[in-house]
């Protein structure tokens, strides 16, 4: 006997145990022999990391894909694991090591390095944990590891690392170069651009005069506030602006457009440094923007990335001006003063005696200081630390070469962008794509297999013993290799993810029968970070794409469609959701909101509507049960001769239809919306109803009829629900199974039925109508504002014999479920009553005495005004080109959904008032 309740704190842990020593998650399980394959690798959290509403919907969409695809009977592989998230393990291991007043430096390499591997044991796994409490269903039996199981060189994950950087290296798609990069200050490391965050800060913008060198001077023109032209006045000096003063110590040029004519004379000429005193030339170039400031433009190549351009393209020798930690350097061209200063302080320093040199002279130093907002960079974790542009020497990707195959992939069809918009981002990107840095400052991660001899000169190779020999036989005699102390980013070892975890670069029975994947679910903000890199891999190393289709969800906002954030207090914890509503309301919510294309937003309301979602099926299984609706050996629903299981039946089977075709569009709100309707609104509220009189009847046929489709129908049901809401569905699934022959498996391994036949038109049409009726009787009661406790009378005008056929058989459901006193056919429609039309017939409800007409009239017109004003107010609102555009976005889509509500309303009131 089923519980009263269902209580999911009580069941899930269960039957996630259940379903673990049924080893239903490994690879192939269930699958029928010669299957085709179903491969998903999950996009691999940090192992620092811990469940948020994000990784709640990425692993939801995939656990759905996957679960539908196992009842498919395909041998199915959902790879989990984690990345190593070398800044972020390395940073929590300093901390913990700085508590106790010990940096890693004290350590040594290899004693952190265990630390770090003690950490991971202890914390590690949290993540992973937390995806089972959400009902994933991923082979957790191979879960896999970034750096491996101990990151021992002779570890696969290890060897596959080492081998694509080697094979990149000889084929020259690797190389070592001074660039610039993301410099974090406080970590001494590059990092990626996906670790910084550009956050804008009230800031200012320094106005410096640089006097022209060699006593050249030139007119500048003089304009009024409107802009014109007013004359000139003669300059000996060119007025650059910059927000970073303390870079000026390494500026090589000045730059202006080429035809910028203010200035078109003085490119070649030069300007002395203020401060530091060196020469440095006037060049042209397109970069200097003659519309933006004075036109001219301070250049540092090594402290800006256009700088660095822009130097490039004229040829000059890059200055830097910072130690590794963001202090002036010690060097012979820097004014003593600045030396060994942080930068911020030097900041102020150079800004102060800039003032000074236009106190003694007007025509010096500081012309203004412009009161800005600026966007500063800064590091993604802390969001404390700001980022330096910085030039150094590092190991790079030639990415614009590998881009090309990737590039093919998509545009010839192979693989395939859900939303297609998204390819768009994905061109953009790879068309444009700059050298990758792939070198990190860290000790925790894959260190660069590369050794350098005595002059710097670079051995990479798979091991130490290979690069001896390499620099033996290239100095002509034995000599003393340094391995280079850096390690490789963390996207690099996850770029290789959909091959490494199978076993590459061994030949594997694993590779041979899941590579390529099939499906990448992730989100649209790594596209470039991971998606393209793993493009270039597979294609590099597989000469195959690694999946034919990147599903892109949306990001999951609030519910006023603000992005969440711990400062705005409106982050949503999944946990807490599945520890509050269980994890089935909160997957179907993720589920049922997932529209492509369109942010999510989430609100617990949500989430409580899902969850009553799951006790109205719990309910409605336990009302058959105690009905003695249970499954019956060998039953046929084509035997079936009522029509209201004739109906059921084929409504069942659209449904099945409806919820398959959204999962394998990746349409899941139309999935989950598919299966809420029917089980919800058909099943329950329609089917369950119309049973009970057959019930407590007298006719045995017919009940057992009923009872043995009820539980066929309910059956169908767990398995159109298991992939977006497992547990209770396996819950049900057991307990039913408690009756009859025993079942063949879990739910969980159950097949997806294939249904054909079972539609009956001729049931649709009938209870289509007994459905219409009592709907539009509750509609007119409700509208209305008659009494619940009132019994009307209802009269059917110009009805056929169909129609009148369906009243007789119907009569005993039209009244209980729409509070009738009794149904009359009738010629003529009565006086003062509200009316609506099924089929030819026109259904009257007399309403003398129940309300006053003339007050309800007056009532609706009111409601009426009330709403085209506000309709009226909004669409102004939304037709101002003003307020569009200063409007923050999830302002305009609270209007339009004002508009959308209020449109609905006033089309249903005046139904309401043609009724009357």
Request: hydrophobic share 45%; aromatic share 10%.
């Amino acid at each position: 006997m089923l519980e009263k309740t269902y209580e999911p704190a009580a069941v899930e842990s269960r039957i996630y145990s259940e379903w673990i020593e049924a080893k239903a998650f490994e690879a192939g399980a269930g699958a029928k022999p010669g299957a085709e394959t179903f491969t998903i690798v999950i996009p691999p959290p940090n192992v620092t990391g811990s469940l948020h509403v994000g990784h709640a919907l990425n692993n939801t969409i995939q656990d759905i894909l996957v679960r539908f695809n196992r009842m498919l009977k395909k041998d199915v592989l959902w790879q989990p694991g984690t990345d190593h998230a070398g800044i972020a393990t390395q940073m929590i291991v300093e901390r913990q090591l700085a508590a106790q007043q010990v940096s890693r430096r004290d350590l040594g390499r290899e004693k952190f390095i265990e630390r770090v591997w003690e950490w991971k044991a202890e914390s590690g796994g949290t993540i992973m944990n937390q995806l089972k409490r959400l009902g994933a269903s991923a082979d957790f039996s191979r879960e896999r590891f970034t750096m491996g199981e101990a990151g021992q060189s002779d570890d696969q994950m290890v060897r596959a690392v080492i081998k694509v950087f080697v094979e990149l290296h000889k084929r020259g798609l690797i190389y070592r170069a001074k660039r610039l990069v993301n410099w974090h200050p406080g970590l001494e490391t590059a990092i990626s651009d996906l670790e910084v965050e550009n956050i804008e800060v009230k800031g200012h913008m320094w106005h410096l005069r640089y006097p022209l060198a060699d006593g050249v001077t030139y007119e500048f023109p003089i304009k009024d506030e409107e802009g014109n032209v007013t004359g000139t006045e003669t300059r000996d000096y060119i007025i650059v602006a910059t927000t970073r003063p303390e870079t000026m110590l390494g500026d090589v040029a000045v730059a202006v457009h080429p035809e910028d004519k203010r200035y078109q004379h003085l490119i070649g000429k030069f300007v002395e440094l203020p401060l530091v005193g060196r020469r440095i030339p006037v060049v042209g170039d397109e970069y200097a923007d003659p519309s933006l400031g004075t036109g001219a433009v301070k250049i540092t190549p090594a402290h800006d990335f256009n700088d660095f351009e822009v130097g490039a393209r004229a040829g000059l020798e890059p200055i830097n001006v910072f130690t590794t930690r963001g202090a002036i350097i010690d060097a012979d061209f820097i004014p003593t003063q600045y030396r060994g200063l942080d930068r911020f302080e030097a900041r102020k320093a150079i800004v102060a005696a800039m003032a000074a040199l236009a106190e003694e002279n007007p025509i010096r130093g500081l012309d203004h200081i412009e009161d800005k907002k600026i966007m500063v960079p800064h590091d993604e974790k802390s969001k404390l630390v700001v980022i330096e542009p910085f030039l150094t020497d590092q190991w790079w990707v030639k990415a614009d070469v590998m881009a090309q195959p990737a590039l093919a992939s998509v545009r010839e069809g192979r693989t395939k962008f859900v939303p297609q918009q998204y390819e768009n981002t994905y061109f953009a990107w790879l068309e444009n794509i700059k050298p990758w840095c792939i070198s990190r400052q860290l000790w925790w991660g894959h260190q660069i297999p590369a050794w350098y001899g005595p002059d710097g000169e670079a051995f990479v190779a798979a091991d130490v013993a290979e690069a001896q020999a390499a620099a033996d036989a290239h100095y002509g005699k034995s000599v003393e290799l340094v391995r280079d102390p850096d390690v490789l980013d963390t996207w690099f070892s996850s770029a290789l993810w959909p091959f490494s975890t199978l076993g590459w670069p061994d030949k594997t029975p694993e590779m041979a029968r899941y590579y390529p994947t099939q499906v990448l679910v992730t989100g649209f903000d790594i596209i470039f970070f991971w998606v393209a890199r793993m493009m270039m891999m597979g294609l590099e190393f597989l000469d195959e794409e690694p999946f034919h289709t990147v599903y892109m969800h949306a990001l999951v906002r609030d519910e006023k469609g603000q992005k969440m954030s711990k400062t705005k207090g409106n982050v949503i914890d999944p946990l807490k959701l599945v520890d509050e509503y269980g994890a089935d309301a909160t997957r179907f919510t993720l589920a049922a909101m997932a529209a492509q294309g369109r942010d999510l937003k989430l609100s617990i309301q949500r989430v409580e509507g899902y969850r009553n979602f799951v006790t109205k099926l719990w309910n409605a299984a336990r009302f058959l049960e105690m009905n003695e609706a249970r499954r019956v050996a060998g039953f046929d629903p084509k035997t079936n001769k009522l029509a209201l299981n004739r109906w059921i039946v084929g409504s069942t089977v659209r449904a099945l239809a409806d919820v398959r075709k959204g999962i394998e569009d990746y349409r899941f709100n139309e999935a989950a919306n598919s299966a809420y309707d029917f089980v919800w609104g058909t099943f329950c509220d329609w089917y369950v109803e119309f049973a009970k009189p057959v019930f407590s009847g007298e006719d045995e046929a017919a009940k057992a009829e009923t009872r043995a489709t009820a539980a066929w129908a309910l059956d169908q049901i767990l398995i159109m629900l298991h992939p977006m809401m497992p547990f209770v569905t396996e819950e049900l699934w057991a307990k039913t199974g408690e009756f009859g022959d025993k079942r063949e498996s879990m739910l969980i391994l159950t097949e997806w039925p294939v249904l054909s036949g079972l539609e009956d038109a001729e049931a649709d049409a009938e209870l289509a109508w007994l459905v219409d009726v009592i709907s539009n009787t509750r509609s007119v009661r409700a509208e209305m504002n008659v009494p619940a406790s009132a019994k009307l009378q209802l009269v059917v005008i110009g009805a056929n014999e169909t129609t009148l056929g369906r009243l007789v058989a119907g009569t005993s459901l039209i009244t209980r479920l729409a509070r009738l006193e009794q149904i009359t056919p009738s010629n003529i429609v009565p006086g003062e009553s509200a009316q609506f039309v099924v089929g030819e017939a026109t259904f009257a409800l007399p309403l003398t005495g129940f309300i006053d007409i003339a007050a309800e009239k007056a009532r609706l017109s009111k409601d009426i005004g009330k709403l085209e004003k506000e309709i009226d107010g909004i669409e102004k609102k939304l037709g101002n080109e003003q307020f569009v555009a200063k409007a923050p976005a999830e302002v305009i889509e609270e209007q339009k959904a004002r508009l959308e509500t209020a449109g609905a309303l006033l089309k249903k009131i005046r139904e309401a008032v043609s009724r009357l």
